[in-house]
């Protein structure tokens, strides 16, 4: 049974149209009578990495939107973001929206591209921090990560896109898919730091990547698609010079937990902010 009857909690996955793949969310779309308590314990009940909650529909496609993992509350979550989007278009039809987060606006548009609607978010101003080297040697002992086992090319940062991550980037797609790490240790380190996950990278070709990310401070081993981490990558990427100011990549995930997604990541000259777009579909 719900703790909140009352409330409508709609069920849908991000970065993919497969109800069996992408990112799961908890989408409220109207939590103008639940508290902080009521909305974590929806998002706790539903088990997924985060749970998105509207409230303050201005009538001119602008919403207040508060994100729950199952045991606190994040300042930004993408793959949220995109299902509530998708939710909003299957109700009202496509089109502009503005999201005001904990981390800023994020303006979302949503497209009806064949039988599918696809949303892109354009993220808030990122930035890259370098990672102090006692902080790494850390989180790889938590991940059970060899040094050596990192890709030189694509060297550790901590990057912000609403939220922070730490990109780790793998030399081989074995040491990706090969994720068994202690999860208390690097809960630990991830609060001490202000992650919201560790993406782990690896690159199949210069515009391709293949990610997964670990969410112990969310009460998850990992999370299938992660949106924010993909908007925090596409700065990273252009900060290191490992993409253009135009690129379009495409970064796949949940393929070792068996839910895949697919995320692209935009870069536009002259614009900072970072689009992040996918599809999405009601589950159940």
Known sequence: MSPLPSAEVLRYTAFSADPAGGNPAGVVLDASG?????????????????SAFLTAPDGRGGYTVRYFSPKAEVPFCGHATIATAIALAERDGPGDLLFTTAAGPVPV??????????????SVEPHIDDIAAGDLAEALAALGWPAADLDPAVPPRIAYAGAR???????????LADLSYDFARLEALMHRLELTTVQLVWRESPAVFHVRDPFPVGGVVEDPAT??????????????????????LTLHQGEDMGRPGTLTVALHPGDARIRVSGTGTRIG
Request: aromatic share 4%; hydrophobic share 55%.
């Open 227 to 248: 949106g924010a981490a993909a908007a925090a990558f596409g700065a990273y990427a252009r900060e290191l010079g490992l993409a253009p100011d135009d690129a379009v």
């Open 34 to 50: 639940l508290d902080d308590a009521a909305m974590l314990a929806v998002a706790a009940e539903l088990g997924y990495s985060e």
């Open 165 to 175: 991550h730490l990109v780790l980037a793998a030399a081989s797609r074995e040491r």
């Open 109 to 122: 548009t949503v497209t009806l591209e064949g039988d599918e609607l696809r949303a892109t978010l354009t």
